[in-house]
């Protein structure tokens, strides 16, 4: 269980469009280790309607054989579901996080291994609809954080179960280091 303190507590109450005014991304003058300690930590998901009846759900963000590797727990039916190799080491479910060469605090992933052919988001997920751009930074408390865009890489697009665009946002959900 988690226990907020009162300054804890108002970023975690703050709508998403105080969030996306606050956040600065990570710049490349900041020190930084490696980029495991730039990515890793466990985060709690902010805005993503996947979970809004799993207030206790967390993701994860691990280096294994190199790679940066998602996770979560606390999710689905029941808040006990977990996914990601963090859990079971060859899960098929495995959203990769690829930092830009160039930039390391800029990533892309695609949550496509959690999409099975029988889902009816299997179709969508095929042409991009689970595909992020995201990036580190803070809000204005100092609070590390992952900032992603919208479905489609930012772009919007169709969405299940019947079609209807959900919106393009460069800055859609947070992640916040818990």
Not at 16 to 40: G, H
Not at 127 to 155: C, P, Q, R
Request: with cysteine; hydrophobic share 35%; net charge negative.
């Amino acid at each position: 269980q988690r226990i907020l303190d009162p300054d804890s507590l108002l970023k975690f109450t703050m709508s998403k469009a105080l969030w996306c005014s606050s956040f600065t991304p990570l710049s490349l003058i900041q020190p930084v280790d490696t980029m495991a300690t730039m990515w890793t930590g466990i985060y709690v998901d902010k805005f993503s309607p996947d979970d809004q009846n799993c207030p206790e759900s967390l993701r994860y963000i691990d280096v294994r054989n190199g790679e940066l590797e998602i996770s979560a727990s606390g999710t689905g039916d029941g808040c006990e579901e977990v996914w990601g190799r963090r859990f079971n080491g060859s899960d098929t479910v495995n959203p990769i996080i690829h930092p830009e060469a160039s930039k390391l605090s800029l990533g892309k992933t695609s949550f496509i291994s959690k999409v099975g052919e029988e889902d009816a988001m299997y179709e969508y997920a095929q042409k991009g609809a689970l595909n992020f751009t995201l990036t580190v930074g803070h809000i204005d408390d100092g609070t590390k954080v992952i900032m992603w865009n919208s479905v489609y890489d930012g772009e919007g697009g169709p969405m299940p179960p019947d079609g209807s665009i959900a919106e393009g946002s460069d800055c859609d959900n947070f992640w916040a280091l818990n």
